[in-house]
């Protein structure tokens, strides 16, 4: 497979990423509340949070350069003494529950929209090879702003699959109306059975994505956290550590998103070669949450 010829990387991305688009919409999604900041209002209120605990007296604008470099780190990196080291005292750690963020309270830059509709519409392109205006950059574009900038009834967080799905059916009839019903029925279907497929493969009676009754042994911790250090450092991703590869669904998941990842490399499409950023941020934030669950968990 090294020596292929970039078209057939290309193809083997695409179907891969195709038959994964549920899962990586979801994660790549949720994704960009590990990078948000506070908005103004958001801001503003843990300012007075702070002051009422107090633990801040100096100025907003001051505090404003605290929370900016606090939030700069990824969320999974985020500990409470990195923002008590500017404080006079700790924070509380039931005042500290405020600086939690979701899509009602968070700052999520343009850019980081538009380059995932981007992705999402390049990859609804060539895998479901169509150029319907359902999937078009714009359709995408305000189907993700409707996702973060959610009105009262909608989910500001955790969003899964379907509520994409809703978010994007909203678009494209505000859009077009019924004009292009058929089309998207037929899209949207053919997602649902990879999301159906997906799920049925969680729920194989021979693998568990349980919590808290399935652990991972201490080789397996190992590799996630050898796996996380490369993604990091942006070096060569280590192989699961046997031959037979993982046995657990959360491993075979992570593995999966690493094949892709190794597979962006090989890629000529400038789409994919765009998104090879978020599939390794897919990969960092997959290691954090195998870690922070099973991390501190006994071998098994």
């Known amino acids: ?37 506070p908005n103004p209002q958001k801001a503003f209120m843990l300012y007075k949070t702070c002051q009422h605990e107090g633990a801040w007296e100096k100025d907003f604008r001051t505090f404003a350069h605290a929370l900016e470099e606090f939030f700069a780190k990824p969320r999974a990196q985020r500990r409470k003494s990195d923002f008590d080291r500017h404080l006079p005292r700790p924070l509380d750690h039931s005042a500290y529950q405020a600086f939690h963020l979701n899509f009602r309270t968070a700052y999520v830059p343009d850019k980081e929209i538009e380059d995932l509709a ?37 989910k500001a967080e955790q969003i899964e699959f379907e509520d994409f799905c809703r978010a994007w059916k909203k678009t494209v009839f505000q859009s077009f109306g019924a004009r292009y019903d058929a089309e998207f029925d037929e899209i949207l279907g053919e997602l649902r059975t990879i999301d159906s497929e997906l799920r049925e493969q969680v729920t194989n009676p021979g693998f568990t994505t349980s919590f808290p009754t399935l652990f991972l042994s201490e080789k397996e911790i190992e590799w996630v956290s050898a796996v996380r250090e490369a993604a990091e450092t942006l070096t060569t991703l280590p192989d699961y550590p046997s031959p037979q590869g993982p046995q657990k669904q959360v491993l075979l998941d992570l593995q999966r998103v690493i094949r892709l990842y190794g597979i962006s490399y090989g890629t000529r499409l400038p789409e994919l070669m765009r998104h090879r950023e978020s599939v390794r941020m897919t990969i960092l934030d997959r290691c954090a949450k195998l870690l922070d669950v099973y991390g501190d968990s006994e071998a098994a």
Request: proline share 7%; hydrophobic share 35%.
């Open 1 to 37: 497979m090294r020596n292929a010829h970039g078209p057939c990387y290309d193809h083997i991305m695409i179907r891969e990423m195709w038959g994964s688009f549920p899962r990586l919409i979801e994660q790549n999604i949720n994704g960009l509340l590990d990078r948000a900041e």
């Open 118 to 154: 981007s992705w999402a519409h390049n990859l609804m392109k060539h895998g479901k090879k169509t150029e319907s205006a359902v999937i078009s950059l714009d359709v995408m574009i305000q189907t993700l702003r409707y996702i973060t900038n959610p009105p009262p009834y909608e």
